[in-house]
Each structure stands twice: as C-alpha cells, then as structure tokens.
C-alpha cells in the first residue's frame, strides 16, 4: 500500500538533491563564505526523508503538472524545513546534539554559523521560488513559515512548556508549527501545475489531514521509535514533560487519530484520478507507517 508513496519520496530526493546542489553552488554566490556554505549544505545533504518535496511535485503531478514545474518551489520548502530543524536544534530551543544520525549543526560547526545558515537558508528560499515567478506562492509560503504558521507555532511551542496545553490548543500549536509547511507544500505544487479552484480545495483538505496525521505519528515515534532508525534521540518528550497527543490520549488513541487522518486525506483525494493521485494517496499511509 505504500509502496508508490516510497517511490515519490525516493523520486522526489533524487530531484531535490540535484537541484539543490546546483543552487549552492558557490559560482552562483561570488564572495560568499565558503564556511556559510558548507554549514547549509551540511544540513541539507543530512538524509532527509524529503517528504515536504514529495509532496510539491506530487501534488503538481496530480493536477496534470510536470516535476519540473515544481522543482523550485519543492527546494524552497526543503531549505525552509531544514533552517526550521537547524534553529529548533540550538541551546536556546531544545538543546539538541543529534540530528538525522549526525551531530547538530551548532555542534559541528558553532552556534553563531548555524544561526546564520539557519537564517541564509530562510533567505535563499525565497531565492528559488522565485523562479516559479509566481507572487501567489511567494506569499504562501511567507504566510505558512511565518507568525501565522512555523516560527508562530514554535512560540506557541515555547510557551506551552511553562502553561501545558489542552487537546484544542495542542491540536492548534501543531497546525501552525508542522502543518502549515505541509499544507503549503501541496498547496505550492497544486498551484505550480495550474490546478482548478476545486482541486486546490481537495488538495488542501489532504494536506491539512495528512499534517494531523504526520504530527500525531511523530508524537508516537518519539515514544516507541528506535534512535537508530530515526537519527535522533527517542524519549525527548517525555524527558521535558512536553504535552503530547500520547500524553493527552494514549498511544492507543494516538494512533487510531492518526489512520483516521490518514483516511481523511485520502478521502479528500476522491475526485482525483491517476497514478499521480495514487501515490498522495500511498503517501498517506506511508506517514502513519513509517518508522523513522
Ligand atoms: C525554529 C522557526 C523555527 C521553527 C521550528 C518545525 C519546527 C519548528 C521544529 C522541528 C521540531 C520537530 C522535531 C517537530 C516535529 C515534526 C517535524 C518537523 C519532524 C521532522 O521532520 P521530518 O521527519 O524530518 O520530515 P527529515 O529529517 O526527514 O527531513
């Protein structure tokens, strides 16, 4: 059942990596310290699952588009995710010495670097997806990485460790802090492959299920996953007393709203026909699968 969503994801990295090296470059960046961009591609060529791409170029696929067409917005989202990672790993957030198997990058390199690639992949970003020369995406994904989305999701994230939250306001951190990307990452590719205002509606719907059930399958991970497989410490949650959907469900519960979600984007998916569809739809399942 997953087995196409782990060919799009194996596609999707082939793509991504490509592009993004040619995008760092250092001949597209005259003058440029080479530290700064060796501490950028340190984290980007990391291992990733690339699942945020994935999701751009399939989500254009599914709408008739070419992976081309969504190849500079899928690197934008990657650059974002990655700065997001780099940042969250730093002494002032969650302190962390291992990231996808390898040390941090403020652990390798020094803090002031990994703040600055943090902040140069934010900005390169932007670089990229302008080649989508499309101001509508521009803005999407500004929103989605923004006080509305990731970076106000990891305040919420903050002030939740002194004032636990419910169930809504769990529910809403997570929207903002991890949903948002991946909402924005189908959104961007429904949009770069020219999709119908009904099927970008389909196509949000799936995102915003497949974020639920992305986040919730993290939260069980982080409880249940093997450290070896995910590249990172499991445990860390319960070690800070962070509220989880385990700590607040169970992990029974946990993991009976994470196939619901995943049953719910594949639902949203209904009126979509093709392989390309089919492999959103495996991608789905793949989320609430995976082991890593
Ligand atoms: C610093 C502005 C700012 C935001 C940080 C998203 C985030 C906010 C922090 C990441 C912390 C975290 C581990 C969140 C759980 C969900 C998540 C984003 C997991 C990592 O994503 P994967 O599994 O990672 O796609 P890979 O390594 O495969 O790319």
């Known amino acids: 059942m997953i087995a196409a969503g782990e060919a799009l994801l194996r596609r999707a990295s082939a793509l991504v990596d490509e592009a993004m090296r040619a995008r760092l470059d250092e001949r597209l960046w005259p003058g440029a310290p080479s530290r700064l961009m060796d501490a950028m591609r340190y984290s980007l060529f990391a291992g990733g699952k690339r699942f945020r791409p994935a999701l751009v170029i ?22 974002i995710h990655t700065y997001s990672l780099i940042h969250d790993d730093l002494p002032a957030m969650d302190n962390d010495d291992l990231r996808r198997g390898r040390p941090t990058l403020h652990r390798a390199f020094d803090e002031a670097t990994a703040i600055l690639a943090g902040d140069t992949l934010l900005t390169i970003a ?23 989305g ?7 994230d903050i002030e939740a460790e002194n004032s636990p939250p419910n169930l809504n306001g769990l529910i809403r951190l997570h929207r903002m802090k ?25 196509l949000t719907r799936y995102g915003e299920a497949l974020g639920l059930a992305f986040q919730i399958t993290d939260d069980i991970l982080d409880v249940t996953g ?12 319960a070690a800070r007393q962070k509220t989880t959907y385990p700590s607040l469900l169970g992990l029974e519960e946990s993991r009976r709203r994470a196939e619901q979600s995943a049953r719910d984007a594949v639902d949203a998916l209904a009126g979509l026909n093709g392989d ?7 991608l789905a399942w793949y989320v609430v699968r995976r082991d890593a």
């Not at 588009?65 to 989202?77: D, I």
């Not at 990731?150 to 919420?156: F, P, R």
């Not at 093997?226 to 949650?237: F, I, L, S, T, V």
């Open 150 to 156: 990731m970076a106000g999701g990891q305040v919420l």
């Open 126 to 148: 932007f670089d990229a997806l302008a080649d989508c020369g499309n101001l509508d995406m521009v803005r999407e994904l500004a929103r989605a990485a923004g006080p509305t």
């Open 58 to 79: 399939g989500g254009c696929e599914a709408v008739g588009g070419t992976a081309e067409a969504a190849l500079p917005a899928a690197c934008a989202v990657e650059m």
């Open 226 to 237: 093997d450290p070896e497989k995910m590249g990172k410490a499991a445990g860390r949650d």
């Open 178 to 202: 991890t949903g948002a990307l991946i909402r924005v990452s189908v959104r961007m590719g429904a949009l770069a492959g020219g999709a119908s205002p009904e099927t970008l509606t389909a």
């Open 276 to 282: 390309a569809a089919d492999a959103l739809r495996s």
